[in-house]
């Protein structure tokens, strides 16, 4: 991938599945392209909205569109679509904790609408779990505030898999989910904790691939403005992260 932009190979992947391509209902965009890459280099930089170069057109309407996909679930498909394609062999899970701008902040709790964003001893903070694949894709997303513990997405998460081996460290250790994967006829490789009485015995072979998800987020971290939120909504920043996500999960 260009580091500001798609390859043709990319772009190849996602064009038919956006609103405005050609022969789709509605008005045709001419800039779908131009959109995606300015999106892709708003994220990429970590740099304010209204910073955009001058080549994409006026920040405020390329915000204004990325709104109205979120809202009308465009990016969501189009992760849902790439991801469907993925390895059942193995999946792990894990999470990781981006530090959330003061710019972040602020954000009016409609009915109580959690945003996702959570404030400890290092300040505001959003956490990230993900499920990927053998391959490294991501196969499920979710964002809670920093200080939620990583093992209450676990759930949630698996109902969207169906992996043959499922991997994850110590802090997945808990018996409902154990449960629920043997119930599921998922193979546990989860090492129990030091407070456990009969520790399970897991293949550490396997375990050793959980190095998969770790890089997965180290790439996903390479855009600045996924390392650190400056999005006030959460559908704003998840939409942001599954996209990123998509993108550099095509080969």
């Known amino acids: 991938m260009r580091r500001y932009g798609l390859s043709d190979g990319q772009w190849e992947r996602i064009k038919d599945l956006l609103p405005g391509r050609e022969g789709h209902v509605g008005g045709t965009a001419a800039d779908n392209r131009l959109f995606i890459e300015a999106v892709l280099y708003r994220y990429r930089a970590g740099i304010p909205w209204r910073d955009l170069p001058a080549r994409f057109g006026d920040w405020k309407n390329v915000h204004r569109r990325l709104r109205r996909w979120c809202e009308g679930g465009v990016i969501e498909r189009i992760f849902r679509h790439l ?4 390895d ?15 710019h972040s902040a602020g954000a009016r709790k409609k009915g109580g609408l959690d945003q996702a964003t959570g404030r400890s001893r290092g ?4 956490k990230i779990h993900a499920i990927v694949d053998a391959a490294g894709k991501a196969v499920a997303l979710s964002l809670t505030p920093g200080q939620r513990a990583d093992i209450t997405e676990a759930e949630p998460l698996l109902d969207e898999v169906d992996p043959e081996v499922f991997i994850a460290d110590k802090a997945y250790d808990a018996d409902p989910l154990i449960e629920k994967l043997e119930e599921r006829g998922i193979t546990p490789v989860i090492p129990s904790k030091k407070n456990r009485r009969n520790p399970r015995k897991i293949l550490f072979s396997l375990y050793k691939k959980r190095n998969i998800i770790e890089r997965f987020f180290a790439r996903l971290k390479q855009f600045r403005g996924i390392a650190t939120r400056y999005d006030k909504l959460k559908s704003t920043f998840l939409a942001a ?3 990123v996500s998509a993108i550099i999960g095509i080969n």
Request: charged share 15%.
């Open 83 to 86: 991801a469907a394609d993925h």
């Open 88 to 102: 059942n062999e193995y999946m792990m899970i894990d999470s990781t904790i981006v530090r959330a701008h003061q």
């Open 123 to 126: 300040g505001l903070t959003t």
């Open 241 to 243: 992260v599954q996209f």
